[in-house]
């Protein structure tokens, strides 16, 4: 089973990196008794974004919930300022407003919305820059192989998967604009150079931790 939880894992991501928890170091432990999985995140930093943490624990509170097999999970977020709120709110079973009561000032489904289109965009200047030095205007899905990134992000956005569609949009699906794709280069630039710069807090945070 431990294999199944960990692939569960690797299926949540930060909302912000678009990189999966496993991937990025964010998965401090998990132990398995019998149909019991209980599982420890930890964060580069203890004053990440409350919303952010509680999306990242609740997304793979319920990940390992649909591991079969699984009966009872409990999931815990460490070394965090809001560790004890949150941690209590997973094991009540509540959401995100009704743990954070005043504090919950922005609907989550929101924040899972930009940053869903963040990722988009994202991955389509990936895609583009992989089919360089070719006419970017006149580039469509069909030039893109299967099972790139960019068809995921696209799906999650209800957009068009036909060949025949513009691989250049704006973060919309629509028309790009005149700088389009400048804009979605600096976006990918900065989530890469967010990535590195967490996986390095995270590392100097806890240099001699062994994952388990």
């Not at 401090?28 to 995140?41: F, K, M, N, Q």
């Not at 990134?149 to 005149?178: C, I, K, M």
């Not at 890469?192 to 931790?209: D, I, V």
Request: aromatic residues 6%.
């Amino acid at each position: 089973m431990r294999d199944q939880v960990w692939a569960a894992l690797a299926t949540v991501v930060d909302p912000e990196l678009d990189r999966p928890l496993t991937e990025l170091g964010f998965v401090r432990s998990v132990a398995i008794d019998g149909a019991a999985v209980e599982v420890h995140l930890r964060l580069p930093t203890s004053f990440c974004a409350p919303n952010f943490a509680w999306l990242m624990a609740s997304d793979a509170y319920d990940a390992v919930a649909d591991v079969p097999g699984v009966r009872h999970v409990v999931v815990e977020l460490d070394d965090h300022h809001d560790s004890e709120l949150i941690n209590r709110g997973l094991a009540a079973g509540k959401g995100y407003r009704e743990t954070f009561g005043h504090e919950a000032l922005e609907s989550l489904d929101e924040l899972r919305e930009t940053f869903r289109r963040k990722a988009y965009v994202v991955a389509m200047e990936r895609a583009i820059t992989r089919l360089l030095p070719r006419n970017v205007a006149e580039l469509t899905l069909a030039d893109v192989p299967d099972g790139d990134p960019v068809f995921r992000h696209r799906a999650a956005l209800g957009l068009s998967l036909d060949g025949s569609e513009p691989l250049l949009t704006d973060q919309y699906g629509g028309p790009p604009g005149p700088l389009e794709l400048r804009r979605a280069r600096s976006v990918r630039i900065s989530v890469e150079g967010n990535a590195h710069f967490c996986r390095g807090l995270l590392a100097t945070r806890y240099e001699n931790e062994v994952l388990t």
